[in-house]
């Protein structure tokens, strides 16, 4: 594989982005990709210029390098970052799926956006020791004209190697709970799968929900709602 470029990076081959979500925008007819191999999740308009990039601004050129957000902390001041790590609880997402604009808590300039961050790769490393390794679940909120970004939840670190998830995996809300619900699909993968499905109430530290599932992995997990399934 490493041939294709199907590693995460910018060595040459097909597979250099590795897109793994889009979501679409209507405020301003834009697209949200994932582009898991570049860390990054990019917003683009439908003249196919770049509006915003949520990455560590390393290795960037100098016609996107401008693109990309700014931390800032709850009061707006700039966070310090240095080579992919930030002081305070603030992160980027590393090799991520599901970058999902959360439509109802968004209002005109500001999105406010969900991810999954799978976490290998982070700060541009790979750990000696790979059971410190974690993924979690993220929500942002972005300020387009500012070009900032500023982390308002997160769930995953603390609870370290436990529920690391390398590859699929997803965060989404869901608006008729006000919760957000995350599917940790790749968990314990080199062990034959136990994935680990988690809900939250928005804001909350700790799940409402729990469910592990033996022997198995999945890509996503995706919520139906059965009244309407069944009686559309």
Known sequence: ?????????TGAGRNWAHVNSVDYDPADDSIIISSRHQSAVIKIGRD?????ILSAPNGWNDQLKGKVLTPVDAGGKPITCRIG???GEFDWTWTQHTGWKVDELSEPGVTVLTVFDNGDGRAFQQP???????SRAVMYRIDEKKG???QIWEYGKKRGHELYSAIT???EYQADHDS???YWASRKL????????TEFKRGGQEPVFEMALKGTMGYRAVVIDVKKAFNP
């Open 180 to 182: 957000i619900v995350v």
């Open 48 to 52: 196919k210029a770049v509006k915003w």
């Open 128 to 134: 000696e020791n790979a059971a410190e390794k974690y």
């Open 148 to 150: 900032t970004v500023e």
């Open 169 to 171: 995996s997803s965060v």
């Open 1 to 9: 594989k490493n041939a294709f470029g199907d590693i995460p990076g």
């Open 85 to 87: 790590r930030c002081e």
């Open 190 to 197: 080199a062990e034959g799968g136990e994935p680990i499905l």
